[in-house]
Nanobody
């Protein structure tokens, strides 16, 4: 059974940082692209990042570009989302999701479309709350 578990959320002040983790089990992790998504109260879930294997550059939503950085440690089956310069608008539940896909395919998707559509991902975590407030 595939499981994704997010952690690292919390309450921070504007300008501070958090690092989210997405720990995966039950899959050949290195063969999966991992996306990060978030859903703010009263809003639809939006994609914010996607990272393929180690050789495929991550892509980001414009709203987080330059502030958030995704990385992965295949030895630990974990993807991280480093979030810097957090703003109140970043308050949301953050989810990670996985899709088994060839590295060349996710690279093509990234280059043509940027963030992959949510429907591409078939495994989802339960989410972790991030609150940015003074």
């Amino acid at each position: 059974e595939v499981q994704l578990v997010e952690s690292g959320g919390g309450l921070v002040r504007p300008g501070e940082s958090l690092r989210l983790s997405c720990a995966a089990s039950g899959l050949a992790f290195e063969k999966y692209a991992i996306g990060w998504f978030r859903q703010a109260p009263g809003k639809e879930r939006e994609g914010i990042s996607c990272i393929g294997d180690s050789d495929v550059a991550a892509v980001y939503a414009d709203s987080v570009k330059g502030r958030f950085t995704a990385s992965r440690d295949n030895a630990r089956n974990t993807v991280y989302l480093q979030m810097n310069s957090l703003e109140p608008e970043d308050t949301a539940i953050y989810y990670c999701a996985a899709v088994g896909i060839e590295a060349s395919a996710i690279e093509t998707i990234h280059s043509l479309y940027g963030l992959p559509p949510q429907g591409l991902f078939d495994h989802w975590g339960q989410g972790t709350q991030v609150t940015v407030s003074s």
